[in-house]
């Protein structure tokens, strides 16, 4: 990557370099979101888990001491048989017939937390046989046959993972749900006897850190959107500054471009002007030796030419003349009556413009206040290049307006012709030095133009359409 690649691409850097930025914060914030829920959920599901398989481990523990229990009692005491299996019951059965308060009993301390919603006991085929809460009914039309398998209504939603706990010994987790205004889940752990299973535990569990991770989520929405305008804000500035800082390269260009074509023209003026002088001496020698009665116009030809060679070499000069320092606070204590240049200017150039069947018309608002930082010279020059400009550029039967008007803050000028408008190219090029669609121009007079509403510390627009004339607009300062 060299200087030049970084030069021509210092426009798309700035953009590629906050598009990053925003790709890496924005998604650095969700990574972080992902791997901050997903451990959250895998560790609420592993305590989840963990009480579920614990609770299944006290039901079977409480069946072997209960069975024990009677067994010993069996050993002191002479029982038939149907005795025996009176104190000794199938598993099944002794589910069945434990106490309602069985759960509650059997349930730690943590069941208290609002974490917690619910404990289930279930039975071989699913069957609902009691619960922590009591808030289900056990009636018999609450439980629904279907084959072999016997699921309490209320939870026909985990059939599924009931079915296969049942089936594979295995503890199941469900899937995340929403209900009651809150996220829950439901782990069934089975209690097993003699390598069969023999019925569930199952836990309901309130996902409470579900809101927290909602209110994570739109904190990072809202942490991203502030980012997302704080790197706009300070890419908008960024090119902000770049515009000034392209700005200021140009004009420095300019002015040593300026300069070194001002040492340039000044060689070549002198080396012009004398010829010129020569010419315009020995014309005038001829006039007076040869057409001493009646002047011949070709002589006239030549001293109109000479004095239009120095006008241009004048306007090469002028150009080309850097503006030092000392001028700049020259004119930054000088101010000119607008109102009255344009006043003069109209009177000096109607005739022209009669000439060229061009309706000449100014606006001048009343009370105009004065333009600072420009003479009257320079105004002069201003508009003499403007209108001149705008009548090469009219037909013969079109318009050229001069408005000027005070606005908040400063003075504005315009000039406006009806003439054929220039295409964007043209625009582009409209004030370079030495661009020009007249056959006779030296593209000079726009180019001067700028430069001096530049030292002026004005700004210059062009608006300009082809077959939609032109407008040249002049902000003042004041």
């Known amino acids: ?45 592993r305590n989840v888990t963990s009480l579920s398989e614990f609770l299944a481990r006290q039901v079977e523990i409480a069946y072997q001491e209960d069975l024990e229990k009677n067994l010993l009692f069996l050993e002191n005491s002479p029982e038939s048989a149907a005795g025996i299996e009176e104190l ?57 046959s279907a084959g072999m398998w016997n699921i309490h209504p209320l939870f026909s939603g985990d059939r599924q993972a009931i079915i296969g706990a049942l089936t594979s010994s295995d503890t199941v ?28 535990v199952g836990v309901r569990a309130n996902i409470l850190f579900a809101d927290r991770l909602a209110k994570m989520r739109r904190g990072l929405i809202l942490a991203a959107a502030i980012g997302s305008i704080l790197i706009a804000l300070l890419t908008a500035m960024f090119y902000a500054v770049l515009g000034r800082l392209d700005r200021m390269q140009a004009r420095m260009e300019q002015r040593e471009r300026l300069a070194q074509l001002g040492q340039m023209v000044s060689i070549v003026a002198h080396e012009i002007r004398n010829p010129l002088g020569i010419i315009e001496q020995t014309s005038d020698l001829i006039r007076r030796k040869y057409s001493k009665d009646e002047p011949d116009p070709l002589l006239g030809y030549i001293s109109e030419e000479v004095d239009r060679l120095n006008r241009l070499v004048n306007r090469f000069l002028d150009f080309a003349r850097p503006s030092s320092d000392q001028a700049a606070e020259a004119r930054g204590e000088r101010s000119c009556d607008l109102a009255r240049e ?67 803050g400063g003075v504005i000028l315009r000039v406006i012709d009806e003439g054929d408008g220039m295409t964007p190219e043209q625009l582009k090029k409209a004030t370079d030095p030495f661009y020009t669609t007249k056959e006779k121009g030296s593209g000079l007079g726009l180019a001067l133009v700028a430069k001096m509403v530049e030292e002026a510390g004005a700004t210059l627009e062009i608006g300009s359409s082809p077959g939609e004339g032109s407008c040249f607009t002049i902000s003042f300062d004041n």
Request: with cysteine.
């Open 1 to 45: 990557m060299n200087a030049g690649w970084l030069h021509r691409n210092r426009t798309l850097l700035p953009f590629f370099i906050a598009l990053t930025a925003l790709i890496v914060l924005n998604g650095a914030s969700w990574w972080a979101y992902r791997i901050a829920s997903s451990e959250l959920r895998d560790n609420f599901r």
């Open 342 to 408: 344009i006043e003069e200017i109209h009177g000096l150039l109607l005739p022209q413009a009669d000439s060229k069947s061009i309706e000449f018309a100014i606006e001048v608002e009343e009370g105009l206040s004065q333009v600072r930082n420009i003479d009257r010279e320079g105004m002069k020059q201003i508009l003499l290049n403007l209108i001149l400009n705008a009548f090469d550029a009219t037909p013969p039967g079109g318009s050229v307006r001069v408005v000027a008007r005070s606005e908040t």
């Open 88 to 144: 000794v019951p199938d598993f099944e059965n002794w589910l069945t017939s434990l106490p309602k308060t069985f759960l509650k009993d059997l349930a730690p301390k943590e069941m208290a937390d609002p974490l917690f919603h619910d404990l289930y006991l279930l039975g071989s085929k699913g069957g609902l046989l009691q619960t922590w809460s009591g808030e289900l009914a056990l009636d018999a039309t609450s439980e629904i």
């Open 173 to 200: 987790v469900t899937d995340e749900e929403l209900a009651a205004g809150g996220f829950f889940l439901t782990c069934y752990s089975p209690i097993v006897f003699n390598n069969r299973c023999r019925g569930l």
